[in-house]
């Protein structure tokens, strides 16, 4: 039937750029970039960035061999120093999360659903090619049955065996072991050996990016504020798949050009706007969402707690004795010891780490975001509740997930919520 | 802001951003030529210092470790003892705990020469591309407590010597089995120190038992960093007086993201420095003041050492950027 339809009218395949994904990804960059005044220039980079690889589907070139990760447990340093490039596969695209339902139960999150759907598509976008091996940290629950799912689709899996306790000694001693594992998979991957080297080279390289990204998370400190959270939170998305040196020097040209703004006495928000810190399921292109809504009604994301910007770039690795053992258990260590995510058995960080950048950002409120069925972040809520009810800290929960469709509900929630961080603001001065 | 206070500012920016590595490795060099030529130019500090300035090394020391004069102290015959001449052991450890107080551990990590001795070993066996070895959780909570039962013995043993009880052969204990009573000497030439003493058992024993020492320090400190400190009653006599200390190690826990860094390069492997987020005063008694936790400590202001209350060295970002990149591309 449908040969005989074709051969009248022959079908012809849509180009990606008339996809509906496409679609997507472009209604959300025209927003980001159109809709807001005084961009900073030197984001024009990242926009055309987007642009090129999520609009119109162009390729994103690599060397060596190309290592996907599903978490940023992963550790960068040591794929780099095999000579092969890291990908982070978290996708953020809700054409992929209604690919990806198939795969899980109708309650799961969207982060997990849009990355297998991405996975198992064949026009994956961004164009990366295929990853010769997807890394999957055991995290959450839904990731770690992932494992299997993405193994089914024809992709070399390795299972980097996370502890879900990271206070105990037996912790630190095995998620070290599990890292060495990690390196002695890359080596049977590349065939190479790893090199103090290349080890040091491959961290120097990382740490010039941290620093970048340090620099920029401090000049939002400023206010009223030189930079919009939904400008930041796309640089830090493109550090998912850019190349890293290109996405350093692109951020150094970001930071000197937020200097001059710093020195010019620039304002990107009315100096009332309320200052928001982020927290919860991480906002990756193109479901900036709730950073964009939050900034819409006038409000500024002033800094994060995700793992799609802050926690993925913060913590910086010192090392005692630059030998190959001590790197590579240092770099355990900070992959493991900082990091808040929320599938420890313990919180204690987090809520510490949040309160401290409260402070540190001027920050008037916080807004949590939680992914419906992305159970750990919707089960941390309450304790983090309290602690910022305790504190007199305004907070907002939000769960939702990759659906446009709650938006105009959601805009509601969040003007009220801001104007009464504004209120509260007059009260106090 | 005025002025002087820009200079400050300026002076603390440049202090905070120091190549702290390189600054302790001179730093410690001119101390241990200090006290062990020092005598030479017939510098005498006294005999109450609390460090290693090692008595036995006779011609070159600028000054005596207390715990020599203690120990002999201790031993006299009970009768003086508990007699008012015993009042010059009190002024002994007052002189010793004013030197103390000025820069708590400190001694330890920057100035001990027995301390420096041990970071020379570690550089030998760094440059030898060798790592270092490291305690279990389970032996550290066992091993930490050693210096105590040194310390306990180190009193005991000259008391017992005192009431006629132990040999005085055995006298001073501590001395006859620290490594450097026979380590410091050869600087100055002198391996006199380096021989076993058959004129009676306890001699043959206590002069065994402190090269048998001696050759585990070299080994220990070989695979393991500051592996002697570990042990010492000195550190631990340090810890028992160090409320009342003016150099002082504190932490900002609410700056702490606990990553661990000031963990990774801590030579004494004190997990509390990374861990402990409700103690200002995160000093604990196996620390040296190293202050190489700070050096590389991300977050600004979470660790600085203080003078009296003054900051005077701080964790900073950029400090911790400048000496990790540097340290990452040069290799140290």
Known sequence: MANETSGVIPIQPVPYARSRQAGEAQTVLDHIVDDFQDNPQAMQYFYDLFRRVYCHGEAVPHSGKLVGTTCIQAPEELIYAFGATPVRLCNGSYHYDQRGADFMPAKSCSLVKATLGMLSSETVIPKLGKPDLVVNPTTCDQKKKASAMIEGMGYAVHDLEFPNVKESEAARVYWRRSVREFASELRKLTGQRLSRAKLKAAMAMTGRAQAAFRQLHNFRRQAPSLILGKDAFLVTNAYFFDDIERWTAAVEKLNAELAERQAAGFRAVQSKAPRVVFTGSPPIFPNLKLPLLIEEAGGVVVADETCSANRMLYDMTAVDEWLLGDMVDSLADKYLKPCTCPIFTRNDDRKRRLRELVSQFNADGVVYQAFSGCQVYEMEFRSVAEEFNAAGIPILYIETDYSPDDQGQLSTRIEAFLESLKNRKKQRA | ?332
Request: with cysteine; net charge positive; proline share 4%.
């Open chain 2, 1 to 332: 802001m005025t002025a002087a206070e820009s200079v400050l500012q300026r002076v603390r920016g440049a202090v905070n951003r120091v190549d702290f590595n390189r600054f302790r490795f001179w730093f410690q060099l001119v101390a241990f030529v200090l006290f062990v030529y020092g005598g030479y130019l017939a510098i005498d500090l006294g005999s109450k210092l609390p460090f290693f300035s090692c008595g036995y090394n006779q011609e070159g020391r600028a000054g005596v470790c207390y715990l020599l004069p203690l120990q002999h102290q201790l031993g006299r015959s009970w009768a003086m003892l508990f007699s008012v001449a015993s009042l010059v052991i009190l002024t002994g450890f007052l002189t010793f705990a004013a030197w103390f107080i000025v820069l708590n551990k400190g001694w330890c990590g920057f100035v001990c020469p027995l301390g420096t001795l041990q970071d020379w070993i570690t550089l030998l066996r760094r440059s030898l591309g060798i790592r270092f070895a490291s305690y279990t959780h389970g032996q550290f909570a066992q091993l930490t407590r050693i210096k105590y039962v040194l310390l306990a013995l180190m009193i005991l043993i000259p008391l017992g010597i005192g009431g006629g009880f132990l040999s005085p052969d055995s006298s001073p204990p501590f001395c006859l089995i620290c490594p450097a009573r026979m380590l410091l000497p050869i600087f100055t030439g002198d391996f006199s120190q380096f021989t076993i003493d058959f004129s009676s058992k306890t001699a043959i024993f206590m002069t065994a038992l402190g090269i048998s020492v001696t050759g585990l320090f070299l080994v220990g400190s070989f695979v393991k960093k500051r592996f002697f400190c570990f042990f010492c009653p000195m550190s631990a006599l340090h810890y028992l007086i160090s409320k009342a200390a003016l150099f002082k190690l504190k932490k900002d826990g609410s700056k702490c993201t606990r990553c661990g860094d000031c963990y990774a390069v801590c030579d004494m492997e004190i997990k509390e420095i990374a861990d402990d987020v409700t103690r200002p005063d995160i000093m604990t008694d196996d620390c040296t003041l190293c202050l190489k936790c700070v050096a590389s400590c991300p977050e600004p202001g979470a660790l600085k050492a203080t003078f009296v209350g003054i900051p005077i060295f701080e964790s900073t970002e950029e400090g911790f950027i400048k000496r990790m990149n540097k340290a990452c591309k040069h290799g140290k």
